[in-house]
């Protein structure tokens, strides 16, 4: 097993502008076909977004944010990203998007190309999927919550996918193992900074800690896990291929007789 350097794998930090980029289609992981930026905003301050070619999706992480679009206005407020539900806007191209902060924020942005027009959605905790899974298997070590704001299932005219997991201390996800063709980026948080945990993909092993993040290359298995003392959440976000969506999981063959148990 061959353990990555710090180098090799995603740990990004902010700029002075409070600009984390993540992935882009150009030259920071491309194979990934998403742009993916995490931005922190200071009170008052103003983000604004307009593609004629990308739909995005915003998603507050921490804070209160004021949200404007196609003449809807919202307030939005997460004091902590562990114990507090997401809220999340998908838009589709040409649509102008104003954030102004009204305290200390932090916000994920995930955009792809797509020409496809359609109304956009707001997602809050009374619209968003969430779901329990793992209970009662493996003594709960692989409970996890999940927040589906959209997939294929419910929203066919996106390229992305775009959720959350949250997983109790000392506990797995993405288990048993799986893999798609599609591309995935996980984006970590833990509610302590010292908070970390270990992402698999394939044979290589690498470590998780706060805001940092796993580019997955289609074809890779790819179960997380964090240490005990530590909940962790973290962004997934999907890729689809053009004609071919992603909508299941591939489950590595060594493992799929847990799921018989």
Request: with cysteine; proline share 8%; charged share 20%.
């Given at each position: 097993?061959?353990?990555?350097?710090?180098?090799?794998?995603?740990?990004?930090?902010?700029?002075?502008n409070?600009?984390?980029?993540?992935?882009?289609?150009?030259?920071?992981?491309?194979?990934?076909?998403?742009?993916?930026?995490?931005?922190?905003?200071?009170?008052?301050?103003?983000?604004?977004?307009?593609?004629?070619?990308?739909?995005?999706a915003?998603?507050?992480?921490?804070?209160?944010?004021?949200?404007?679009?196609?003449?809807?206005?919202?307030?939005?407020?997460?004091?902590?990203?562990?114990?507090?539900?997401?809220?999340?806007?998908?838009?589709?191209?040409?649509?102008?998007v104003?954030?102004?902060?009204?305290?200390?924020?932090?916000?994920?942005?995930?955009?792809?190309?797509?020409?496809?027009?359609?109304?956009?959605?707001?997602?809050t905790?009374?619209n968003?999927?969430?779901?329990?899974?793992?209970?009662?298997?493996?003594?709960?070590?692989?409970?996890?919550?999940?927040?589906?704001?959209?997939?294929?299932?419910?929203?066919?005219?996106s390229?992305?996918?775009?959720?959350?997991?949250?997983?109790?201390?000392?506990?797995?996800?993405?288990?048993?193992?799986?893999?798609?063709?599609?591309?995935?980026?996980?984006?970590?948080?833990?509610?302590?900074?010292?908070?970390f945990?270990?992402?698999?993909?394939?044979?290589?092993?690498?470590?998780?800690?706060?805001?940092?993040?796993?580019?997955?290359?289609?074809?890779?298995?790819?179960?997380?896990?964090?240490?005990?003392?530590?909940?962790?959440?973290?962004?997934?976000?999907?890729?689809?291929?053009?004609?071919?969506?992603?909508?299941?999981?591939?489950?590595?063959?060594?493992?799929?007789?847990?799921?018989?148990?």
């Amino acid at each position: 097993m061959r353990y990555i350097s710090n180098e090799e794998f995603g740990y990004p930090s902010f700029d002075a502008n409070g600009v984390m980029p993540l992935t882009n289609t150009t030259d920071l992981y491309p194979n990934m076909l998403q742009n993916i930026t995490v931005y922190t905003l200071r009170p008052a301050q103003t983000w604004l977004w307009q593609s004629s070619d990308e739909e995005c999706a915003v998603l507050l992480l921490e804070g209160a944010i004021e949200l404007d679009w196609n003449g809807r206005n919202t307030f939005a407020e997460r004091p902590n990203v562990i114990e507090d539900p997401a809220y999340c806007l998908h838009v589709c191209k040409n649509t102008a998007v104003r954030i102004t902060a009204r305290a200390q924020s932090e916000i994920l942005v995930q955009s792809t190309q797509n020409d496809t027009l359609f109304d956009a959605v707001f997602y809050t905790p009374e619209n968003t999927r969430t779901e329990t899974f793992g209970q009662g298997q493996f003594a709960g070590k692989a409970q996890r919550t999940v927040r589906t704001f959209f997939d294929y299932a419910s929203a066919p005219y996106s390229n992305m996918v775009c959720g959350e997991i949250l997983i109790p201390q000392g506990g797995w996800s993405s288990y048993p193992p799986h893999q798609h063709p599609q591309p995935e980026v996980y984006y970590y948080r833990f509610g302590h900074p010292n908070g970390f945990g270990a992402c698999f993909l394939g044979d290589d092993v690498y470590k998780i800690r706060d805001r940092s993040f796993a580019a997955v290359p289609g074809g890779k298995y790819h179960p997380q896990v964090n240490a005990p003392g530590y909940p962790m959440l973290y962004v997934w976000m999907i890729r689809h291929f053009d004609g071919y969506p992603w909508t299941e999981r591939n489950y590595d063959p060594k493992h799929v007789w847990l799921l018989e148990k």
